[in-house]
């Protein structure tokens, strides 16, 4: 469990990034925060691991004060994967996800093992273990990060726009990636995103974010869909586009939620 409590984060110059945010993420479940440009996602992430500290209020993770962590262990006990994905250009694959185990004294040998499996886990071929990043699409650098994130077997797993620099099928696939991966290994996870297509298709609950990390709803995918908040969330979930990732039909007195193939997804509860 996350628990952001009375968050606020300025810096020097700027406006502020993120203004008394204040929730709890649930262990175990994706929770998915979206807003445009400049709303303080990643400003709320980062404060996660410690890269940044909250000017005031507190970060809690299962109740512990994350001020109370060693720095460099809390960073290195939580997966991270960032928009490009942040992997060593003079290491290899596996070189690049091994890099936690080994600082955490795991053998060599025995990281790269875990380098393979993870390698098979997020779909890439074992051939790729030993090329270097700048010979690998930008899908597979980006599976390579996930894999390099989970190299630690975390509990936490934080994704700053992960999917951001991909082609959109490529996109596609590596979300679908994600959602099999997830429901298997069940991390809590935090993911950042301004496309709101993603943060419904890969949130159990999604955080709507206006400037200032000021929240402008949160719920269930469906929920928000169904009922957005307010004209912002209705105008930022493009409430009367008719092609997206999920949408609501009305039949027999029931609100049903259809995927993107139109099977549905489940039932509204009145
Ligand atoms: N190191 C910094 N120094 C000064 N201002 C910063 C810094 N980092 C972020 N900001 C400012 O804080 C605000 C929130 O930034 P943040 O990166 O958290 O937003 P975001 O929602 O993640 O945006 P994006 O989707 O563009 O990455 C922005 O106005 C940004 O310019």
Redesign the pocket.
Known sequence: MIEFRAVSKS?????V??EEFSYVLPSHRTVALV??????????LRMVNRMLEPGSGTVLIDGRDVREFNKVALRRSIGYVMQDGGLLPHRTVAENISTVPVLNRVSRKEARVTALELLEQVGLDLTLADRYPAQLSGGQRQRVGVARALAADPNILLM??PFGAVDPIVRRELQNQLLALQSRLGKTMVF?T?DIDEALLLGDEVIV?RSGGRIAQVGPPAEILAAPADAFVRDFIGADRPERVLRIVETQGRKVVLDQAGRPAGVLAS
Request: overall charge negative; charged content about 15%.
């Open positions: 810096f020097s110059g700027g406006a990034a993120v807003g445009s440009s400049g709303s303080g996602k990643t400003t709320l700053d726009e950042v301004h974010l």
